[in-house]
């Protein structure tokens, strides 16, 4: 068997279609979304996403915000650049890109983001939205993964799915997705614990694999016909390592390539959360 192709970057394409009417319309309204960006230090792999994530903002029309602060600044430098972002009328929503250098406190860094602003949909009080389960800007990747299953007509209602990793921008707020009601997937949340491995992704209708370990997920743990949706972005030798072995692809239903899966995904839906709180803010 050959794996459907779960197109990410398609898929993307119109989302972003989308937005650049909803843009448009904001615009007539007087009103330009605007996506900031703060970037700490010179990794070369935040760099790129980074640029690229402007990139996205200029083919839908979004304006954008780049604040760049050497690696040697300070907590109190940081602040700056994010109390004068949560002032600005211009940016309407904005990521802190991570991770920060070691000297930093991340977390106080991104408790003092306006939630309202939060492009990320990571901020504390956000994410307690989504366990209230009330309106608030959404975790990009799992956002996106969402949409991708739908797009392609994979069953979410009683699926089970295996989550493979527990980090909070993937793989935890994933599993508070798809446990809501409009999901109704019966998910299991797999951490570098859990005992057996193998036989929980076995099980699996879904599996994600977000654990950042490069092959983790082989061609015999997987159910034959299963989705197979690869969050990794691990480098191994310059090159993108996912968390799926490619063989893989004999075994699932459906298959993320990797890249052109779930990374255009997130930068989709990064871009959603700046449209929709423009939009918030006219209602
Ligand atoms: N505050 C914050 N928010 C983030 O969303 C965030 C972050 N920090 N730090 C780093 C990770 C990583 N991440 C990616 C998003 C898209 C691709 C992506 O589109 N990748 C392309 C390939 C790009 C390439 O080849 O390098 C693809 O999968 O097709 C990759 C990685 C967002 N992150």
Do not use: F, W
């Amino acid at each position: 068997m050959s794996a459907v192709k779960l197109d990410g970057k398609a898929t993307a394409a119109k989302i972003k279609a989308d937005l650049k009417n909803r843009v448009a319309a904001l615009k007539e309204r007087g009103v330009t979304p605007g996506l900031g960006t703060v970037l700490v230090g010179d990794d070369p792999g935040s760099q790129i996403y980074v640029a690229g994530k402007h990139r996205d903002c200029a083919e839908v029309g979004i304006a954008s915000i780049r604040v760049d602060l050497p690696a040697t600044a300070g907590q109190a430098d940081v602040e700056a650049a994010i109390d004068e972002l949560n002032a600005s009328p211009a940016c309407t929503g904005y990521i802190v890109q991570l991770p920060l250098p070691k000297h930093l406190d991340t977390m106080a860094l991104l408790e003092r983001i306006d939630p309202a602003k939060d492009a990320d949909g990571l901020h504390p009080v956000n994410l307690g939205r989504l366990v209230h389960m009330v309106d608030a800007p959404l975790p990009c990747t799992p956002h996106g993964i969402v949409l991708l299953l739908q797009e392609y007509g994979v069953p979410i209602k009683g699926a089970e799915v295996a989550v493979v990793g527990r980090g909070i921008t993937v793989g935890r707020s994933l599993g508070l997705l798809l446990t809501r009601r409009s999901e109704n997937a019966t998910v299991t949340l797999c951490h570098t614990g859990t005992q057996d491995l193998a036989a929980h992704v076995r099980r699996a209708d879904i599996v994600v694999a977000a654990a950042g370990v490069p092959e983790l997920i082989k061609k015999d743990m997987v159910k034959p016909g299963a989705a197979v949706l690869d969050v990794g972005v691990s480098r191994v030798a310059g090159k993108i390592a996912g968390d799926v072995a490619l063989d893989v692809e004999d075994v699932a239903g459906y298959l993320t390539p990797n890249p052109g899966g779930v990374g255009p995904m997130t930068r989709a839906l990064l871009l959603s959360n700046v449209v929709e709180a423009a939009e918030r803010r006219l209602r």
